[in-house]
DNA sequence: TCCTCCTATTGACAATCATCGATGTGAGAT
DNA sequence: ATCTCACATCGATGATTGTCAATAGGAGGA
């Protein structure tokens, strides 16, 4: 993941577009893609980074260590995760990289979960 | 996972009660327990029996394993890793597990997902 | 230029997980 | 009692994962 100056991250986010877990069955591709955000939301680490970042609009990585009590290539670890999985984006400014939620991306996610 | 006969499988789902991840911070215990759940949803494979299971209203272990290409204890494996998430319920009738989905656990989910 | 700071990547390790074959269990049927 | 069927459990295995120390990269400041 390499992250030019002033460049957005923002990582291959599939659609999670049409269908929902109630409406059933639901198809093999489908489980596969809302699975994947699924299990980058499945860490008590990344849902509090999340938390963190969508609380506080913009967080650059050297925030998030303290309050995750987590090294600094561990936080590197699950930013990179929770962007690939579309729910927050990274922007290099100077020395920093700002981290802001995706707007939308956890609504879709609530939306593939059901009605 | 002993099921006694007529017993519904009612295994210690947690309340994931009061905050969601939009309201910042979430609390490490919060976080622990949303993520329990989440594991449990972030697999394709409990996905689509847990949509199975939703659009059928009851289902038993047996009519799982030819639409999810799993063998028996695999199906079984997964069951249980839903009933343990309060996803989905099992009632022992004769030989057979009927499984239904847990109404309004997957609303709670959504809830504590956001707003 | 060199130095410092922030972040990404690498490599390694322990832990967890999905899967299946083999076996155990318990209920109905003969 | 014995047989069969549906399901749970056990044991093993290959794959994935969370974590950190060490290292690399890249930007700003002196």
Redesign the interface.
């Known amino acids: 993941m390499t992250i030019r100056q002033g460049a957005r991250v923002e990582l291959a986010a599939d659609g999670l577009c049409c269908s929902s ?6 198809g ?1 591709a489908e ?2 893609g ?3 955000v ?2 980058a ?5 990344r ?2 980074l ?3 970042v ?3 609009g913009e967080v650059c990585s050297c925030d998030l260590e303290a ?1 995750l009590g987590r090294s600094q290539p561990t936080i590197s670890h699950h930013t990179r995760i929770l962007a690939e999985a579309g729910l927050i984006s990274g922007e290099k400014r100077g020395k920093w990289t700002w981290w802001s939620a995706v707007p939308g991306r ?2 879709e ?2 939306r593939a ?2 009605a």
Do not use: F, K
Not at 21 to 26: H, Q, S, W
């Open positions: 877990v109630l409406e059933a069955p639901l093999e489980a596969e809302l699975a994947q699924l299990a939301l499945a860490d008590p680490v849902l509090r999340l938390s963190l969508a609380g506080q309050p956890l609504a996610v609530r979960l059901g």
